[in-house]
């Protein structure tokens, strides 16, 4: 059956903070590789590659990951339609109500498919025969949510009860009720009875529908969505939305927001093989286990180890005599916890916001538009990093109030402005760039520029930048 393509939208938004450490809020766990050489992220959009059914995609992220987003669009040769900014986070609601109203400009008739980055999906096959079953009861002005079959109980989804059936040839169930995150017990109950699906977050729906339904159930969402748009600016490939208007949305899911009180909602068993990736021990349920059930990577060495998943980005790491344990060691931390579906570690996460926000914040390797650095020893009063500029990149000219720096080239050659003036350096030469000075580093170069920088002050703080130029507008 011949169908109008749809406009998948992807929601790149999130902090990932219950796959901590390897996730942070500068990284979030959709540009982690799970048991994949591609990133969640990058799974999600090769599965949208087919150009028989779907558009270019758009996609909705936070403004400090947009380059992030555009170099994971890079590797797979993706042009997308458009890349969104969120000034600040503001939960699904706004980010489906901005590309409904968006998409309608460009189609009137325009379908959507609402999907997440970080959702790990193994029947792709199923996933485009479904969508295109449902293609004709999108037309019908219903929105489509699907729903997964538990195969576990777990509190930490939200529930969907379907009750009669809409239509036979599509399997399409109107829905009964919506049920939060429940209890363990309750969970256990609804694995017991056939009418309970996890809700997915994945909506498919025509952006004429959807508006109507927005305005008619939160229309200040509706209204301050319009004008986010209206004052939006277009900053390189990307468009940038309103921060004035944008920070008044009232920050809530889409499902609160709408769904649940839509008369136009119906439900679909997604048969796709389908995990949100959401904790370490998902992950261990995903993964392949040795003979005595455990998951290591990494620098690992064990013994009388059960059931336990560790796993060791840089340091040799031995355990003995244990059991059920989540063991992940990055550069800069260490997690250490019991391997249970029911733990959850985002509320000690928070705890430790408060305490070494840089830990949550940053990951020892952080991205940048110009290429990457990395933080190879903190101590009190200076820091060492290896930064990497890409070919034909450069920072901005800027200065630091509180830090100097010295700056050795290990590899590549670098074009370096102190002061107004232009020094050019080779692998092993050096230079010193005292507080307060205007500098920049440049690589005008094919291969990539690697520096080690050394840093001595008070405040060795990532935000201690006074920018005078970017070419990557970030003043």
């Known amino acids: 059956m011949k169908i109008n393509k749809i406009y998948p939208v992807i929601l790149s938004g999130g902090s990932g903070t219950r796959l901590w450490p390897q996730s942070r809020l500068s990284f979030p766990k959709q540009f982690l590789k799970i048991n994949s050489n591609y990133t969640l992220i990058q799974e999600t959009l090769i599965r ?9 995609p758009i996609l909705i992220c936070n403004d400090e990951h947009r380059f992030l987003i555009a170099e994971q669009l890079r590797e797979l040769d993706v042009k997308p339609k458009l890349i969104i900014l969120e000034p600040i986070g503001r939960n699904t609601a706004a980010a489906v109500t901005v590309a409904s109203l968006i998409i309608k400009k460009i189609d009137k008739n325009g379908k959507i498919l609402v999907l997440s980055s970080d959702h790990k999906i193994n029947k792709t096959n199923n996933f485009h025969k479904i969508i295109n079953n449902c293609s004709r009861i999108c037309d019908k002005n219903k929105i489509i949510i699907f729903g997964i079959k538990p195969n576990q109980p777990d509190k930490n989804f939200g ?42 977050g994945m909506f498919f729906f025509k952006a004429n529908l959807m508006l109507k339904e927005i305005e008619l159930y939160d229309k ?10 209206k004052y939006s600016n277009k900053d390189l490939d990307f468009l940038r939305l ?33 995990s949100d990736v959401g904790s370490w021990p998902s992950i261990f349920n ?9 998951l290591i990577k990494g620098s690992v ?41 029911d733990v959850n570690i985002k509320e000690n996460v928070e705890c430790l916001s408060k305490k070494n926000n840089e830990k949550v914040q940053y990951h020892p390797t ?11 020893l903190t101590k009190k009063r200076y820091q060492v990093k290896k930064l990497i500029i890409n070919s034909k990149q450069k920072i901005s000219y800027q200065k630091h109030k509180y830090r100097s720096e010295h700056w050795i080239v290990v590899k590549g050659k670098a074009c370096i402005t102190k002061n107004n003036k232009i020094y050019n350096l ?50």
């Open 366 to 376: 952080v991205y940048r538009p110009w290429g990457s650095f990395e933080v190879l």
């Open 242 to 274: 309103s921060k004035k208007h944008f920070s008044k949305i009232i920050s809530k899911p889409i499902d609160i927001s709408v769904i649940e009180k839509s008369k136009n909602i119906v439900v679909k068993n997604f048969d796709i093989e389908w």
């Open 301 to 341: 060495e064990i013994k009388n180890v059960k059931n336990s998943f560790i796993q060791s980005e840089n340091q040799q790491v031995m355990v003995i005599g244990q059991k059920d344990l989540i063991i992940i060691s990055t550069k800069d931390a260490l997690l250490i916890m019991p391997n249970d579906k």
């Open 220 to 229: 200040q969402i509706l209204n301050q969505s319009n004008s986010s748009i």
């Open 159 to 200: 529930y969907i009860k379907k009750g009669k059936i809409y239509d036979k040839k599509s399997k399409t169930f109107y829905v009964d009720e919506f049920k939060e995150k429940p209890s363990l017990d309750k969970a256990k109950k609804y694995l017991k009875n056939k009418n309970f699906f996890w809700n997915s």
């Open 48 to 56: 949208i590659k087919n150009k028989k059914i779907f558009h270019p």
């Open 426 to 475: 080779k692998k092993n030469q050096s230079i010193d760039i005292p507080k307060g000075a205007k500098h920049r580093v440049e690589n005008k170069e094919k291969n990539p520029l690697t520096i080690i920088e050394i840093q001595t002050g008070d405040k060795l703080l990532e935000n201690d930048i006074v920018r005078f130029e970017d070419i990557y507008n970030r003043n």
């Open 286 to 294: 995903l993964s392949k286990k040795d003979k005595q059930n455990n």
